[in-house]
């Protein structure tokens, strides 16, 4: 069944840091569904890379003491480096310093000057470096950058604009008219929440007095390309836009993947500035979670950053790829620990995957010479197994297409499961007792052999060694034809003959004893408020609330308004200052924490009833949740 082409990209990797687990997460995502979309039967892209120019990579160089290119070259080379050892393998890995994306870069930008898209005009805003952009007032957290936890430096300079407003409402037509354009749905309707406000025009250029390190402007010398108008160009060129055959193939089905912290970026900046240059825009953008440690949202500014090469060397780089693709609900953020990796390791892969893989291989050494036989035809059981095949797959294909990678592994798991009951409820080594039995035990491992082809192919975008170490110990090898999928299905497969070997164990147990204790970080917090007494805290009512509905005044960019049900005849309204964490979706049937005797009080007009109790984190004000089957009204003491 052949299909339509597939085109996927990572975002390219800023450069002013070493690679971690995020950058591996998204790397390894794009590489599982180019993986999986050639496994069902079509040409597939897959473009990743390096983002080399701006304030941050000219700070970081002479911090090293070294030219940007240098330190660029240096940097790019461990990215490019480290795709391999995870078994990550690219269609084309693109810099931002090749040439032919300069000449790219500018032709867009000549474009859209000649279209009238362009303009020069004096700006003063709040200026992140973390994030190399202005920020809106609106967008920061106490003052500070909610990403970068920095407070911006004010700059006010000459520069050039793309006029990014003409193109805001076209943009909400868009996205509203295009379900999945921006996924999950979660993340078009922040995206659309942020364009109810008027959009502002975008900055595109730095002086080059102030930044010399950047493509110039093709219609003036004396400045360079702002990061984002050069890195996000990079996506057509890497298909040779505008004349290339990769591009007129593979464009019209493009598909972004992304974190969330670059949403507006992709999901604003990028399809305004297609639709203003004339280019169709793409077809998905998919967007991710965060990967959060014990000391909140793995960031390099933050520093608990994971080392994926230290992982991978560890656990090997298939242990690693499943783990991340298991344990990850895409769009949702993901605790990572060592401890739940390992256990995923010696559950799932050592004693359900390795283990049948084990007791099939030695069964059919044992009884059938390491040859696969012919067997009797299927019977009821085995009838029920190609059935079970069939619903597995289709699973399998739809939540794969989904992104939602750990239901499509966990259909898998589930068929593998089938598979080890089908060698209990068998019972091959009492077949292999009486010789009169020996058809119907030769039926029993060729079945076997079919079933595990089927596995070695649904597990091996995620884990391609596996999957053709597999199929390599089976007698065969990897065989993607353009029927796709319908081949693991098909009665023509003949194992006939093959030569079947056990080997070592595919993934050997791991005793969690030998993980290294994790010290915790040394405490730095200090207690500043009066201590009071005993009865004056029990004047403090706390109570469980569950929120029933939830929106933002108008005019409000702080507040939320919250209809919360604790129990009483009424439900109470209440207003807290969480609009800049949480949407009015997100806090929507949350299960929380209440004062309820606080005095009520007016903002924005409206009257406000009890206060919710919030944690401050690393990424700002959080919900302090009680447990969702608590009582509403219940007390806490």
């Known amino acids: 069944m052949s299909q339509e082409p597939f085109y996927i990209t990572t975002p390219i990797y800023y450069v002013n840091a070493e690679p971690h687990l995020g950058h591996a997460y998204t790397t390894i995502v794009a590489d599982v569904l180019a993986r999986f979309h050639r496994l069902d039967g079509a040409e597939a892209f897959f473009l990743t890379g390096t983002d080399e120019h701006g304030d941050k990579i000219?700070?970081?160089?002479?911090?090293?003491?070294?030219?940007?290119?240098?330190?660029?070259?240096?940097?790019?080379?461990?990215?490019?480096?480290?795709?391999?050892?995870?078994?990550?393998?690219?269609?084309?890995?693109?810099?931002?310093?090749?040439?032919?994306?300069?000449?790219?870069?500018?032709?867009?930008?000549?474009?859209?000057?000649?279209?009238?898209?362009?303009?020069f005009g004096d700006y003063g805003g709040y200026?992140?470096?973390?994030?190399?952009?202005?920020?809106?007032?609106?967008?920061?957290?106490?003052?500070?950058?909610?990403?970068?936890?920095?407070?911006?430096?004010?700059?006010?300079?000459?520069?050039?604009?793309?006029?990014?407003?003409?193109?805001?409402?076209?943009?909400?037509?868009?996205?509203?008219?295009?379900?999945?354009?921006?996924?999950?749905?979660?993340?078009?309707?922040?995206?659309?929440?942020?364009?109810?406000?008027?959009?502002?025009?975008?900055?595109?250029?730095?002086?080059?007095?102030?930044?010399?390190?950047?493509?110039?402007?093709?219609?003036?010398?004396?400045?360079?390309?702002?990061?984002?108008?050069?890195?996000?160009?990079?996506?057509?060129?890497?298909?040779?836009?505008?004349?290339?055959?990769?591009?007129?193939?593979?464009?019209?089905?493009?598909?972004?993947?992304?974190?969330?912290?670059?949403?507006?970026?992709?999901?604003?900046?990028?399809?305004?500035m297609l639709h203003a240059a004339g280019v169709p825009v793409y077809q998905h953008l998919n967007v991710h979670g965060y990967w959060i440690m014990e000391s909140g949202k793995m960031s390099k500014s933050v520093g608990n950053v994971v080392d994926p090469l230290d992982l991978m060397k560890k656990y090997g780089p298939d242990s690693f790829r499943y783990f991340t693709m298991r344990e990850m609900s895409f769009g949702l953020d993901a605790t990572f620990s060592e401890e739940a990796l390992v256990a995923r390791l010696n559950g799932d892969l050592a004693n359900d995957l390795g283990n049948l893989f084990a007791r099939a291989t030695a069964m059919i050494e044992k009884y059938c010479g390491g040859k696969v036989p012919r067997g009797l035809p299927a019977g009821s059981?085995?009838?029920?197994?190609?059935?079970?095949?069939?619903?597995?797959?289709?699973?399998?294909?739809?939540?794969?297409?989904?992104?939602?990678?750990?239901?499509?592994?966990?259909?898998?798991?589930?068929?593998?499961?089938?598979l080890n009951r089908y060698i209990v409820s068998s019972e091959p080594w009492d077949m292999a007792k009486d010789p009169q039995r020996k058809p119907e035990l030769d039926r029993v491992m060729r079945n076997l052999v079919f079933g595990l082809v089927r596995v070695a192919y649904m597990v091996w975008p995620v884990m391609p060694a596996t999957g053709e170490e597999m199929l390599k110990r089976l007698g065969?090898?990897?065989?993607?034809?353009?029927?796709?999928?319908?081949?693991?299905?098909?009665?023509?497969?003949?194992?006939?003959?093959?030569?079947?070997?056990?080997?070592?164990?595919?993934?050997?147990?791991?005793?969690?004893?030998?993980?290294?204790?994790?010290?915790?970080?040394?405490?730095?917090?200090?207690?500043?408020?009066?201590?009071?007494?005993?009865?004056?805290?029990l004047k403090?009512?706390?109570?469980?609330?569950?929120?029933?509905?939830?929106?933002?005044?108008?005019?409000?960019?702080?507040?939320?308004?919250?209809?919360?049900?604790?129990?009483?005849?009424?439900?109470?309204?209440?207003?807290?200052?969480?609009?800049?964490?949480?949407?009015?979706?997100?806090?929507?049937d949350q299960t929380v924490l209440v004062v309820v005797n606080l005095k009520p009080r007016k903002m924005m007009g409206l009257e406000s009833h009890g206060m919710i109790l919030t944690a401050e984190s690393t990424k700002g004000s959080r919900l302090i949740k009680a447990p969702k089957n608590a009582e509403p009204g219940a007390e806490v003491r």
């Open 58 to 119: 000219l700070a970081a160089a002479e911090k090293k003491g070294e030219t940007p290119k240098q330190f660029v070259d240096r940097v790019s080379g461990m990215f490019s480096s480290l795709w391999p050892k995870i078994n990550i393998q690219p269609s084309r890995f693109i810099r931002t310093t090749d040439q032919e994306h300069i000449r790219v870069v500018q032709r867009i930008l000549d474009m859209l000057n000649d279209r009238g898209e362009i303009y």
């Open 381 to 418: 059981a085995e009838k029920a197994l190609i059935d079970w095949a069939h619903e597995t797959v289709e699973i399998y294909r739809k939540e794969m297409k989904n992104l939602s990678f750990h239901l499509a592994l966990k259909a898998v798991w589930e068929y593998i499961n089938k």
């Open 127 to 272: 200026y992140c470096t973390g994030c190399e952009r202005f920020v809106l007032e609106r967008e920061l957290v106490d003052g500070k950058c909610p990403d970068h936890k920095t407070a911006p430096t004010w700059i006010s300079e000459k520069n050039y604009f793309f006029k990014m407003s003409n193109h805001q409402d076209w943009l909400i037509d868009h996205i509203k008219k295009n379900e999945g354009f921006i996924r999950p749905q979660r993340y078009a309707n922040e995206v659309l929440a942020f364009l109810k406000e008027p959009l502002e025009d975008l900055c595109i250029s730095r002086p080059a007095s102030r930044l010399p390190w950047g493509i110039p402007l093709p219609f003036d010398e004396n400045y360079v390309t702002y990061v984002w108008a050069d890195a996000l160009i990079n996506y057509l060129t890497g298909l040779d836009w505008p004349e290339g055959e990769n591009y007129n193939k593979y464009w019209p089905v493009a598909w972004h993947l992304v974190a969330k912290d670059i949403l507006k970026p992709h999901g604003i900046y990028w399809p305004t």
């Open 540 to 588: 403090v009512d706390i109570r469980v609330g569950r929120i029933l509905e939830c929106d933002q005044p108008k005019g409000s960019k702080k507040l939320l308004r919250c209809l919360i049900d604790l129990g009483e005849a009424r439900h109470r309204q209440i207003l807290t200052g969480l609009a800049e964490v949480y949407t009015p979706q997100e806090m929507k």
């Open 476 to 537: 065969t090898s990897l065989n993607i034809g353009p029927e796709g999928l319908a081949f693991i299905l098909s009665s023509g497969i003949d194992p006939k003959g093959w030569n079947v070997t056990k080997g070592p164990a595919l993934f050997p147990r791991i005793d969690p004893k030998q993980l290294e204790p994790q010290k915790p970080e040394a405490k730095k917090v200090v207690f500043k408020k009066e201590p009071i007494e005993f009865d004056d805290f």
